[in-house]
């Protein structure tokens, strides 16, 4: 099940962030988000196995986060969680940008899958753990042309 993110899903969200992050978001952090964004959690027996948060500004959003548990990834969760939390976006963006490590490949690969491209780069925007930086790749996804949109 996807939801909206509770205060009481701090904990295990910051759990996992832990664990798949080298410069991971404080609990403060993801406190804020619950107020100033569209933050989810998509959960399994009462379990949180992973989170989105979603910026919406004017009628565009920005994908500022997400994360599936290590234990969890690759059965398809991220996929469904970045999708139906793009689908609880009040505003209907007309676009979606995101940012990721270039080194990130399972996150492009997914993002690609979500129908977000490349359109810009970012030389040596993220640090990195052992030291020196790599690139950020800039993606976009349209929802403009989205034909159900209409009938929403
Ligand atoms: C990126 C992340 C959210 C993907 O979540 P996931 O639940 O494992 O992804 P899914 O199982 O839904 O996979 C969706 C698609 O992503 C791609 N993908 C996922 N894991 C992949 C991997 N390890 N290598 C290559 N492609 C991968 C595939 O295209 C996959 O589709 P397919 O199964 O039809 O081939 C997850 O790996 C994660 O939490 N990583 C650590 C945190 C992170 O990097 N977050 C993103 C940047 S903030």
């Given at each position: 099940m996807i939801r909206l993110m509770q205060?009481?899903?701090?904990?295990?969200?910051?759990?996992i962030e832990n664990l798949v992050q080298t410069h991971p978001w404080t609990?403060?952090?993801?406190?804020?988000?619950?107020n100033s964004h569209v933050s989810t959690v998509i959960e399994?027996?009462?379990?949180?196995?992973?989170?989105?948060i979603l910026q919406p500004v004017v009628d565009?959003?920005?994908?500022?986060?997400?994360?599936?548990?290590?234990?969890?990834?690759?059965k398809g969760l991220g996929y469904q969680l970045l999708d139906e939390s793009i689908a609880l976006l009040k505003n209907n963006p007309v676009q979606i940008f995101l940012e990721v490590r270039e080194s990130n490949k399972a996150a492009i690969a997914l993002?690609?899958?979500s129908e977000f491209h490349q359109i810009d780069l970012r030389k040596n925007y993220y640090p990195k753990p052992e030291g020196g930086r790599e690139h950020a790749i800039i993606m976009v996804k349209t929802c403009g042309d989205d034909f159900s949109k209409l009938f929403k």
């Open positions: 205060a009481s899903d701090l904990a295990a969200v910051s759990q609990k403060n952090q993801f406190e804020e988000s619950i399994q027996d009462h379990q949180v196995l992973g989170f989105c565009e959003a920005n994908l500022l986060l997400m994360a599936i548990h290590p234990s969890q990834q690759g993002y690609e899958k």
